[in-house]
Nanobody
Framework: QVQVAESGGGLVQPGGSLRLSCAAS????????MGWYRQAPGKERELVAT???????DYADSVKGRFTISRDNAKNTAYLQMNSLKPEDTAVYYC?????????????????WGQGTQVTVSS
């Protein structure tokens, strides 16, 4: 069993910063891609940023230059540093991890989601 847990959300004023953390735990052999997604009220979930095990990262155009994704492979943890926050960044932020586990039938890849953490940008 694998668990994914986010932390670090909260209320921040426009122009402020927050750092989100995502920790994966359990029977993990390796993690290929970790990503952050967000869902605002009345909108579909959208990709924010992803990072692969080799540290290559990709960002949504709306957050480029403001957000930075990083990861600590030894801790199975990803981070999202969010700077220059805007009211339109308000959403529930979810972490996703593509995890390889070892089963009796060999290695298998699964996608796991966290419960989400609320980020509210408001004055």
């Amino acid at each position: 069993q694998v668990q994914v847990a986010e932390s670090g959300g909260g209320l921040v004023q426009p122009g402020g910063s927050l750092r989100l953390s995502c920790a994966a735990s359990g029977s993990i052999f390796s993690i290929n891609v970790m990503g952050w997604y967000r869902q605002a009220p009345g909108k579909e979930r959208e990709l924010v940023a992803t990072i692969i095990s080799g540290s290559r990262s990709d960002y949504a155009d709306s957050v480029k230059g403001r957000f930075t994704i990083s990861r600590d492979n030894a801790k199975n943890t990803a981070y999202l540093q969010m700077n220059s926050l805007k009211p339109e960044d308000t959403a529930v932020y979810y972490c996703n991890a593509n995890v390889r586990v070892v089963t009796a039938w060999g290695p298998k890849d699964y996608s796991y989601w966290g419960q989400g953490t609320q980020v509210t940008v408001s004055s």
